[in-house]
């Protein structure tokens, strides 16, 4: 099993930046997919961004320009770089992992605590 910890949440003004960070506690290589998902009150969770173990991003419409996830496997942690931030992108962020079960033929997905990232007009 994997444990992920997101870290860098706060309070920034409109149009400024912050960068989360995600931390495993195994090798990430080993993650088939990695990615931050969000949810703000009241709204369902939705992706925004993921990486794979071969390097390949997808973001959500809503963040594609302004957003950029990367990964430092040597560290064993995810980044989400958040530039040009708005109001709409207040929202609990979460850290998700996907590798392959041990047990199953199947895969196995591991969730952060979640960290609060809070967007002023």
């Known amino acids: 099993q994997v444990q992920l910890v997101e870290s860098g949440g706060g309070l920034v003004q409109a149009g400024g930046s912050r960068r989360l960070s995600c931390s495993a506690s195994r090798s990430i290589v080993s993650i088939a997919i990695m990615g931050w998902y969000r949810q703000a009150p009241g709204k369902q969770r939705e992706l925004v961004a993921t990486?794979?173990?071969?390097?390949?991003?997808n973001y959500a419409d809503s963040v594609r320009g302004r957003f950029t996830i990367s990964r430092d496997n040597a560290k064993n942690t995810v980044y989400l770089q958040m530039s040009s931030l708005k109001p709409e992108d207040t929202a609990v962020y979460y850290c998700n992992g996907k590798i392959p079960s041990p047990s199953t033929a199947g895969w196995d997905i591991y969730w952060g605590q979640g960290t609060q990232v809070t967007v002023s007009s």
């Open positions: 990486i794979t173990s071969g390097g390949s991003t």
